[in-house]
């Protein structure tokens, strides 16, 4: 079955350093994989996500993430961190017909 | 505006009262869900649905019941809360396809407490 693992629960950066949050996932066909990131009090909202087409993909907001299957990763970075960034992010994978099983969640805290 | 909307926000209640957490969307969706959210687990799903009248299980359904009688509504509905269903629920919604690589769009959650 398909799952994927967050390293790291919580994640503390100064302001203008890189982010590296770590997702591995698990997955025995090649993987539709997904970043979530929840700012405090609402609802998720699409990072960025991997269909096949690029191993590296862009999302919004500066971040992006590389398909590894070697590693079988999709860490996902920002060159420089900025205050708006602190928020709780997941990663997910599609596990069947338009379902997704969500990592743990990794706490970004932003230190200026 | 594209959007899903839950209500209410905020719920607390006791255990045992019976109530609905109501879910919508109005992007012609064809596929819904509901997810729970715990310190700690990450966003566990209850219940999906992949069209008017087809709905099934996800990984934590004991203890909710769900409908899907329009396509834009997707209520929740706990017949007989517990203590531990207190969490923050999310309602989400996509269009599906067999790939499952569309994205699912989320709504703000409602937090509930039982008492």
């Known amino acids: 079955a398909q799952s994927v693992t967050q390293l790291g629960s919580h994640v503390s950066v100064s302001e203008g350093a890189l982010v590296l949050l770590r997702c591995n996932y698990s997955s025995s066909v090649p993987p539709y994989l997904f970043w979530y990131v929840q700012y405090p009090n609402q609802g998720l909202q699409l990072l960025l996500k991997?269909?096949?087409?690029?191993?590296l993909v862009k999302g919004i907001n500066g971040f992006e993430a590389e398909f590894k299957k070697s590693e079988t990763s999709f860490h996902l970075t920002k060159p420089s961190a900025h205050m708006s960034d602190a928020a709780e992010y997941f990663c997910a994978v599609v596990t069947g017909a338009n379902n997704l099983f969500f990592g743990t969640g990794t706490r970004l805290t932003v230190i200026p | 505006e594209a959007q899903v909307t839950q209500n209410p926000r905020y719920l607390i209640t006791v255990t045992g009262k019976k109530l609905t957490v109501t879910c919508s969307q109005n992007?012609?969706?064809?596929?819904m869900s509901w997810y729970r959210q715990d310190p700690g687990l990450g966003l566990r799903q209850i219940y999906y649905?992949?069209?008017?009248?087809?709905?099934d299980k996800g990984d934590v359904p004991e203890g909710y019941k769900v409908s899907r009688k329009e396509k834009r509504n997707f209520p929740l509905i706990l017949e007989s809360p517990s203590p531990n269903q207190t969490s923050l629920y999310f309602c989400?919604?996509?269009?599906?396809?067999?790939?499952?690589?569309?994205?699912?769009?989320f709504g703000p959650g409602t937090r509930l407490t039982v008492l």
């Open positions: 991997y269909t096949s087409a690029a191993t």
């Open positions: 989400a919604s996509s269009l599906f396809s067999t790939g499952g690589d569309n994205e699912q769009f």
């Open positions: 992007m012609n969706h064809e596929y």
């Open positions: 649905s992949m069209n008017v009248e087809v709905t």
